[in-house]
C-alpha cells in the first residue's frame, strides 16, 4: 500500500479521520493526496445570485487550504509525502473519481455518529464511497478510539472465501506496532445438528479451528499480540458487530468482492452491514484478490463466516 487518498471537509470527523492516518504505521514510503471537495450549485449565468454563489465556492476553497495546513503538520517528520487537491462537484462521486484516477490503495473518509435510525438510511458519503470504491476504503469512527498512544484492538472477521483471504493478506502487510492485538473472529452461523449442540471434537469445528489457526500463524509476523475466537451466530454480520462492542474493538477488518455495476446496489452483504451497524472503525479490504490459480485454506462447505 502506497497511496492513501484522505477526504476531509473541515468537520472534526475528518480530522479524527487525518490523526488515524497519522498514526497508521507503514513499512513503506505513503504518498498522501488530502482531498477537499467544494460543491458549487448548479446555477444559471443570469441567476440574480451567481454573484454570492462564487463567493460562497471562493470561501469554501480558502477554508480548505487552512484547513490542509492544520491537519498536513500531523505528517511532520514521518515517510509520508503530503500534497492537497481541491475539486468541485458532488463529494460522492468526486472522491471515488479521483481515487480511482490516482490509482489509489487506500481511502479514508470519517464518518458521523449514528443513531438506531439513522444509521438505516442511505445516501451518507462514507456509505457511497464505501460500496462504490475500486480499492480499499476505512471508514473512520471516533467511538472505540480514545488514545493514540495505545496499540490499535483490531478485529479481521475471517473465514475461507477470497473476500476474507485478500483482508489477511492487506493486513500482513502493513507494519503494526507491537502493541496491536489482533482477534481473528470466524461466525458460524448454525453449529447445531436436530439432535442438539456439536460436540467441540466434531469434524466441522475442527476445521473451524484449523482454519483460526492457519490466519493465526500467518498474523504472526506482524502482530505477537493475536488471538482466535470462534462463536455461533444467526447473523454473521450481527455476529462481527456483537463481538466488536463487547471486546472494545477499534477496528473491523472485512474483505469484499469486487463487484459489477449491478451488484454495488444490492443490499445484505456482510460488510455492508457492518459498516452501518459497527460503531467502531471499518476496513473494508479489496486490493487483494486470491487468483483462480492460489489455493486457499482447505474448505468446509459448512463454513459461512
Not at 2 to 17: P, Y
Not at 173 to 197: C, K, M, N, P, Q
Not at 288 to 296: G, T
Request: charged share 25%; aromatic share 6%; with cysteine.
Amino acid at each position: 500500500m502506497h497511496k492513501v487518498l484522505l477526504a476531509v471537509d473541515g468537520s472534526s470527523i475528518s480530522d479524527e479521520a487525518a490523526r488515524w492516518v497519522s498514526t497508521l504505521p507503514h513499512r513503506n514510503h505513503w504518498d498522501l493526496t488530502i482531498l477537499s471537495v467544494v460543491q458549487r450549485p448548479l446555477v444559471h449565468d443570469d441567476d440574480p445570485l451567481l454573484n454570492v454563489y462564487e463567493k460562497a465556492c471562493d470561501q469554501d476553497r480558502k477554508d480548505a487550504v487552512a484547513h490542509y495546513d492544520k491537519i498536513s503538520t500531523l505528517f511532520d517528520g514521518t515517510s509520508v509525502s503530503v500534497r492537497h487537491r481541491i475539486e468541485s462537484g458532488s463529494p460522492n462521486e468526486t472522491i471515488v473519481d479521483t481515487a480511482k484516477a490516482m490509482a489509489a490503495d487506500l481511502i479514508v473518509v470519517g464518518a458521523k455518529g449514528r443513531s438506531q435510525i439513522s444509521r438505516m438510511l442511505l445516501g451518507s458519503v462514507s456509505d457511497h464511497v464505501a460500496t462504490h470504491a475500486h480499492c480499499s476504503v476505512l471508514v473512520v469512527r471516533s467511538a472505540g478510539r480514545h488514545e493514540y498512544e495505545e496499540g490499535f484492538r483490531v478485529c479481521l472477521a475471517f473465514g475461507v472465501d477470497a473476500p476474507a483471504q485478500a483482508a489477511l493478506r492487506e493486513m500482513t502487510e502493513i507494519a503494526w506496532r507491537s502493541d496491536t492485538v489482533f482477534h481473528v473472529l470466524s461466525i458460524a452461523s448454525y453449529l447445531h445438528d436436530f439432535f442438539g449442540v456439536l460436540p467441540e471434537d466434531s469434524q466441522i469445528v475442527r476445521q473451524y479451528h484449523e482454519n483460526l489457526s492457519q490466519a493465526h500463524d500467518q498474523l504472526l509476523t506482524v502482530s505477537s499480540q493475536t488471538q482466535t475466537h470462534l462463536i455461533e451466530n444467526e447473523h454473521v454480520g450481527e455476529g462481527i458487530v456483537t463481538f466488536a462492542e463487547r471486546n472494545a474493538i477499534d477496528m473491523v477488518v472485512v474483505g469484499e468482492k469486487s463487484r459489477s455495476g449491478v451488484s454495488r446496489f444490492l443490499l445484505g452483504s456482510t460488510s455492508r452491514y457492518v459498516l452501518r451497524h459497527a460503531e467502531c472503525s471499518v476496513w473494508i479490504a479489496r486490493n487483494h484478490q486470491v487468483r483462480e490459480d492460489e489455493p486457499l485454506l482447505e474448505k468446509s462447505p459448512t463454513i459461512l463466516a
